[in-house]
């Protein structure tokens, strides 16, 4: 399972990459919702890993809670306030 | 053996996804390659959690946590999309 937590930490630098330097506004949201999707998956696997379930909790109310962000920015940036 | 066998194959799809986010070249090819390999990879690696170990409470949750990533990423995806190409519409149509 280390090697698993492995990848998807690389996976997480390797997207975060994007986030700071993508071309335009909604290159970083994509990049901010895969890197918290990885998160989510991430702290499952923890949650296996260390048999404690209050983190599964945790993992889903920080699923429910970056899905609402994303959205919520994507149909502000569409009305053409925010980017550049 | 079934839940290595998931996880690889869902590392898999993670790791070309996340290739495809740093090397495409177009938001939306971009936009892409997040929305496959989240979906696949992701959903492969939460399926071979819950079947790490036996049947337990704590496979519900990691049910309802896939459940959840399957339905929210689409729409995630297709929000980004519509409002990507609704603000490259109406700029051109202002700078012409």
Redesign the interface.
């Given at each position: 399972m280390h090697l698993v937590e492995a990848v998807l930490l690389l996976s997480i630098v390797a997207v975060l990459y994007r986030l700071f330097g993508g071309p335009t506004s909604w290159d970083r949201l994509l990049a901010y919702n895969s890197a918290s999707n990885r998160v989510v998956v991430l702290l499952a696997i923890v949650a296996i890993v260390s048999k404690q379930q209050i983190y599964l909790d945790v993992a889903i109310v920080y699923a429910a809670l970056s899905f609402l962000g994303v959205v919520i920015l994507a149909r502000f940036m569409e009305r053409g306030e925010g980017h550049r | 053996m079934i839940a290595k066998i998931l996880?690889s194959f869902g590392?898999v799809f993670?790791?070309i996804?996340?290739l495809g986010?740093?090397r495409f070249q177009d938001?939306y090819s971009?936009?892409q390659a997040?929305g496959v390999s989240?979906n696949a990879g992701?959903g492969l690696?939460?399926l071979g959690?819950i079947a790490?170990?036996g049947m337990e409470?704590?496979d519900v949750?990691?049910a309802?946590?896939l459940f959840?990533?399957l339905l929210?990423?689409p729409?995630?995806t297709h929000?980004?999309a519509?409002?990507?190409f609704?603000?490259r519409h109406?700029?051109a149509k202002e700078e012409g």
């Open positions: - | 996880i590392l993670v790791a996804g996340t986010i740093l938001i971009r936009l997040s989240d992701l690696v939460l959690l790490y170990q409470l704590q949750a990691l309802f946590l959840l990533l929210t990423n729409i995630v929000s980004i519509k409002s990507a609704t603000q109406t700029g």
